[in-house]
């Protein structure tokens, strides 16, 4: 006899769990520097840096303490369509169709978690 396991999604996702339903990590595959980016949004989530600033209407990254000091802005121009002003999304932002940095994929985790959990 065959024992089927079946894996039912969790009732709340968190950014221990994230990594195992997340949509957007799966585009990551295939992504130069894939790896690198999921570990450090991760951090990010972890370390509960990610905010929406109402004002400005856009994400904002803050630092990871004792690592830089740079709060990053994250800005959603739809369509899957993201940008960031730190400096490895404007060296990716020539080369890649939909470019990525850590900052883009913390916040598209951060709304994946705010979504699933509400
Ligand atoms: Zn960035």
New binding site residues.
């Given amino acids: 006899m065959i024992n089927f396991e079946t894996f039912e999604p969790p009732h709340t996702v968190t950014p221990g769990n994230i990594i195992y339903w997340s949509n957007s990590l799966r585009d990551l595959q295939g992504v130069t520097e894939g790896t690198a980016i999921k570990t450090k949004a991760l951090r990010f989530l972890k370390e509960d840096l990610v905010q929406y600033d109402r004002n400005i209407k856009k994400f904002l990254?803050n630092p990871i303490i004792g690592y830089n000091k740079t709060t990053?802005t994250?800005n959603n121009r739809g369509d899957n369509h993201w940008q960031?002003?730190?400096?490895?999304?404007n060296k990716v932002s020539y080369k890649w169709e939909h470019p990525?940095?850590?900052?883009?994929q913390a916040v598209k985790l951060w709304l994946e978690i705010n979504r699933w959990n509400s």
């Fill in positions: 990254v990053y994250v960031c002003n730190c400096q490895f999304y990525i940095c850590s900052h883009i």
